[in-house]
């Protein structure tokens, strides 16, 4: 006579500071300064309390699409340590509970844009969701070098979200603003991965250092800030922003690309405690973006 199964324990219930982990509130900083100086650039007004609710919205998507990478991901952040304390890995809440704030934080932002704000943010707000949930988590990141690249689209939305929200249509500037970002993610994420390495191999993610090397990630990085570089000084000489924003772009990439250089020509570095330059073109890379994005602002305002 076999034993009766027992149900799995009971995970205590949730605490809110769990909640608000699995939204990715250092992302989310990033993703809604983005997204409101999109809409502050934006060449009208939006009624305060519209703009409001459209920031709202786009912390909410972007809590959303981080909850569900969450759930979609909890094994492999189990075995990595830089994600191991996170709610799900660290056993602090049940996956369920994890799937269901993350689809109902999701309906409810997109729900609430189309409804406060307008159709066309709404959907950019959408597609940006099922982007990094979709395409980045599930279908890219487990499967090729190539998930951060094509991936880096979700988060390079919000600036477009934000001005369709003031608007209600797309124009050269918000695309110029997701192409910074699009073409940024890359020697941000890299470098980020150079010290990485050992987790992702680890846990399995084909991550570029792990299955081209060291050499070939530190080559791509410098290739991407070509790009990177062309598109953020770009608004300038076509005339879409003033010399505020055009100095303080240049001055901000000629420095992002000495980095960028310096990481491009070193020599293996051996261990993660000596990729000194790699963590400063990382930590530098997310000021950088709030540089320039806060730079525009001020040179609309000033202008």
Not at 11 to 16: E, H, K, M, R, V
Not at 231 to 250: F, K, M, Q, R, S
């Amino acid at each position: 006579m076999t034993a009766p199964l027992l149900p799995p324990p009971l995970l205590p219930p949730a605490d809110w500071r769990d909640f608000l982990a699995l939204t990715k509130p250092r992302v989310m900083t990033l993703v809604v300064f983005t997204g409101l100086c999109g809409m502050l650039a934006a060449p009208v007004a939006i009624h305060p309390v519209l703009g409001f609710t459209a920031i709202l919205c786009i912390a909410l998507g972007a809590g959303a699409a981080g909850a569900l990478n969450q759930w979609y991901e909890a094994d492999i952040d189990a075995i990595m340590r830089r994600t191991a304390k996170r709610p799900l890995p660290d056993g602090r809440m049940d996956r369920q509970a994890a799937l269901h704030f993350g689809v109902g934080l999701a309906a409810f932002s997109v729900l609430l844009m189309g409804f406060a704000v307008n159709i066309p943010a709404a959907a950019i707000l959408t597609l940006s969701i099922l982007f990094y949930v979709l395409v980045y988590t599930v279908w890219l990141k487990r499967r090729t070098p190539q998930n951060i690249v094509i991936g880096g689209a979700a988060g390079a939305f919000p600036p477009l979200i934000g001005w369709a929200a003031a608007t209600g249509d797309i124009a050269l500037l918000p695309v110029l603003l997701f192409s910074l970002v699009f073409l940024w993610t890359p020697p941000h994420f890299w470098s980020l991965a150079l010290f990485m390495k050992s987790d992702y191999a680890a846990a399995g993610v084909p991550m570029l250092p792990v299955v081209a090397g060291e050499r070939m990630t530190r080559t791509q990085i410098g290739l991407y800030t070509i790009p990177m570089a062309a598109v953020a000084i770009a608004p300038w000489p076509v005339g879409l922003t003033g010399a505020i924003y055009g100095i303080i772009a240049t001055l901000g990439t000629a420095l992002f690309g000495w980095m960028a250089l310096v990481v491009t020509l070193r020599t293996r570095a051996g261990d993660a405690d000596a990729m000194k330059p790699e963590k400063r073109l990382f930590k530098y890379s997310i000021l950088y973006l709030f540089l320039l994005f806060g730079a525009l602002v001020v040179d609309r305002w000033l202008s």
